[in-house]
Structure formats: structure tokens, C-alpha cells
């Protein structure tokens, strides 16, 4: 075992120190106020990297010696525990987690940096949000997702799952909406965390069957919150919310409740990334346009930056948290089949199916293969070998085939 050092003993002081204050305060869960602290600081400043960026950067240690394209991911426990709860939360560090490493790995967007002295393991967070007209005008905090996955639904609706490497330094995330089967076998294939406000088409079912992790806003009030001006002006239904220092707070105790804080062995990254930006050898995609009935995202791309942005709803795709229109470096889309199922339309994301990969103006055809709902989604190009992608965010549609994409030169 190695050593404690000097910093690691000032770090677990300064905790005690702060269970012993905050024994002393008022241990009342908050659960309408959106400005939650953790350590002190109000949601969505938690923290900023050496470079400035806002981002923690408690990024995953590439891993040597394992099974290739397996990368643990590490989690910061960021929030406080409620000093008068007597529960014995297990945090020890694996010993693996000491070996000497400089580079640490997002591995949803390829992206590097340089941090050590992590705390415990980092699974995804995967989050279940409303994606109708109603609702997407008050969607927040998708900007930060680092891959976003668009679940077709009934009348011609979709619902995203935003996953999230670090969900640190979000203000608001939301609206959070109810889990379907889809959202379960994608969130396992990731081996995440499911953040969901409820059940729909057998999604508990599913969810119990596999052990899935998860925390439901019908159940837990700490994590979530609900925006009353929302509920008042449009509808409970896309009222509900969390933020960064709930999340940071709630998935640690959830871990001690019995969730695992290391990531599954079977568990693989979920991509293989590029280490310079290539366009893929194909055709010209300035545009690309998916039909879900009367719904009709699309995305343009924009030459200046190299993105993609999306456009939905008759207008640019936004974050109403920044404004900012949602751009992607990768844009993939995956043809399965659906049926009607528990009074719901449900798409079939495991087994195998052809696809779509869009990058710096260019597309290719691919095929995908997800052997079970545990199993992580592959994506293969056109020589079977794994697709390699461009670092960056990542949106990835499922649809029901080729005829109901549209692509522009």
C-alpha cells in the first residue's frame, strides 16, 4: 500500500473539520432552492483547472497493462454528507488508482489534461431530459454534455440522454423526464449512473432486472428540484431539475447505498479517438436532416468552425443556460428497429444495424453491435475495425433507417 502523503493527511483534516461545522448548522435537505452549495461554493463554480477553463479536470488516469480500450474513471467527492447520518461510507481509493500517471483521459471526448490526487472512481452520469416542443424551451445544460444520445418517442417526439464525463460546473440541468428501455440499455452500455424523473414503457422492469443505478426524481428530492415558475407558466411535467453540487452530492451516498463506485471490468471506452482532427473519406454533408413524423431536427455544418450545429423545432438548438446553439465535431446516426410496445413506440438498441458518421463535413456509412443491454455499443467502419472519431462532442440519433434521413452536399 502506498504511503499516505502529507497533502492526502491535510486533505482528510480539513474533512473532518467540516463534518464537525456542519454538525453544528441546520442538516435540513434542500429541496427547492437551486443554489445548493457544495464545499462552500454555489452550484455551478466548482472549481477551475491550472488553464482557466471551469472545467475540475479530475480526469481519468489512462490505464496500462488492462484489457485495450478500458479506461476506469475516477469521481471527486465534491459534496458534504449530512453530519447527522451515522452511515459508514466506504471512499478508499483502489490501490491501482497510485500508479504514476500524467495524462489523465475524458474518455466520452477524447480530450486530455494534466491532474492527479483523484478521489475514488468516476462512473458516467447520464441524464433523461425532455426533448418536445413544450419542453426544450426551457432545456438547460446540454452544452456540457460531452455525448448526447436522441431517443425516438410517441407522435413524433424524441427524448435526449446527456452523459456526462464530469457533470461539474452546471448551474441547471434540465428538464429532467422519465427513463425509457432505450435510455436504460444505452446509460448500462456506459456503465452510468440514470438520472430520470420516473418510468415509462417498462423502463423499471428493465432497470430492475439488470441492477441498474440510478436515481429517480419521484423518489429522491435532494438531487432534484422543481422550478416553480416553470411548473406555474407550462407544466410540472418539465418543472423538474438538478444542478452540479446535487449530483456531486447525491452519487457518493448513492455508492455507499450499494451502487458501485468502480467502473464494471466488462466495461469498455465507448470510443476510439483520432489524435488530429480528420475528415472522414466520403461524401459531402453540409447538412443532415432526421424525420421522426412532423419532427425534423437537422444539423448544418459550419465550415468556419468545423462543427455541426443543430437546429430543431424551427430554430437553432439552444442552452438556455448560455444561449449558445448546440455544435457537435461528431454527428452519428444508427438505423434500428422499433415496435409498439407497453403502449409505447420502443426502439431495439441491441443486436446490429448500419448507421451513419459525420465529421468535419464528410460522412461515411457504418455499422454498429450492442450484444445486450449491459454490453457496450461498438461502432465499426466500413473494414469492421472500430470507428475512430475526432475528439470533441459527440451526438448520436437512432432512427429507423435511411429513408428517414435526409443529407445535402
Not at 432526421?290 to 465550415?303: A, E, K, R
Request: hydrophobic share 35%.
Amino acid at each position: 500500500m502506498r504511503p499516505v502523503s502529507v497533502k492526502k493527511l491535510f486533505l482528510a483534516l480539513l474533512l473532518c473539520l467540516c463534518a464537525v461545522l456542519s454538525a453544528c448548522g441546520n442538516t435540513s435537505p434542500v429541496t427547492t432552492d437551486p443554489a445548493l452549495t457544495v464545499d462552500g461554493t454555489t452550484a455551478g463554480t466548482l472549481g477551475t483547472t491550472s488553464d482557466g477553463t471551469g472545467v475540475p479536470g479530475e480526469d481519468v488516469p489512462v490505464q496500462t497493462g488492462t484489457t485495450p480500450g478500458f479506461h476506469a474513471a475516477t469521481w471527486s467527492l465534491g459534496g458534504e454528507v449530512d453530519a447527522s447520518d451515522e452511515t459508514e461510507y466506504d471512499i478508499t481509493e483502489p490501490e491501482e488508482l497510485y500508479a504514476e500517471q500524467d495524462v489523465y483521459l475524458n474518455y466520452l471526448s477524447g480530450y486530455e489534461n494534466e491532474e492527479n490526487e483523484t478521489l475514488g472512481i468516476r462512473r458516467v452520469t447520464a441524464v433523461c431530459l425532455n426533448n418536445n416542443f413544450k419542453a426544450s424551451r426551457f432545456q438547460c445544460g446540454t452544452a456540457d454534455a460531452d455525448v448526447i444520445f436522441e431517443i425516438p418517442m410517441d407522435y413524433g417526439t424524441t427524448m435526449l440522454l446527456a452523459m456526462y464525463y464530469n457533470p461539474n460546473n452546471i448551474p441547471k440541468l434540465g428538464a429532467v423526464r422519465s427513463a425509457v428501455p432505450a435510455a436504460v440499455a444505452v446509460a448500462e452500455g456506459f456503465d452510468a449512473y440514470l438520472l430520470h424523473n420516473g418510468y415509462l414503457g417498462g423502463a423499471k422492469t428493465v432497470m430492475e432486472q439488470f441492477g441498474t443505478d440510478h436515481i429517480d426524481a419521484e423518489v429522491d428530492s435532494d438531487c432534484f428540484y422543481s422550478d416553480s415558475a416553470i411548473s406555474y407558466a407550462s407544466s410540472y411535467a418539465y418543472s423538474m431539475f438538478t444542478t452540479s453540487a446535487r449530483i456531486v452530492k447525491s452519487i457518493p451516498i448513492l455508492s455507499a447505498e450499494g451502487a458501485h463506485f468502480v467502473t464494471d471490468e466488462i466495461y469498455r471506452t465507448p470510443f476510439v479517438f483520432r489524435e488530429e482532427f480528420t475528415k472522414p473519406i466520403g461524401n459531402n454533408a453540409s447538412r443532415i436532416r432526421v424525420f421522426f413524423g412532423g419532427f425534423q431536427p437537422y444539423f448544418l455544418y459550419n465550415s468556419r468552425t468545423g462543427l455541426y450545429e443543430r437546429y430543431q423545432h424551427g430554430a437553432p438548438h439552444v442552452d438556455t443556460n448560455t444561449g449558445e446553439t448546440l455544435a457537435f465535431e461528431n454527428v452519428i446516426i444508427l438505423f434500428a428497429d422499433s415496435e409498439y410496445k407497453n403502449n409505447h413506440i420502443a426502439y431495439n438498441i441491441e443486436g446490429f444495424g448500419s448507421g451513419l458518421y459525420a465529421s468535419g463535413g464528410k460522412y461515411v456509412n457504418v455499422t454498429w453491435t450492442k450484444s445486450s443491454p449491459e454490453s457496450p455499443l461498438i461502432i465499426l467502419d466500413a473494414l469492421g475495425n472500430e470507428l475512430a472519431i475526432n475528439k470533441g462532442h459527440t451526438f448520436i440519433t437512432f432512427t429507423s433507417g435511411m429513408s428517414s434521413v435526409e443529407i445535402r452536399n
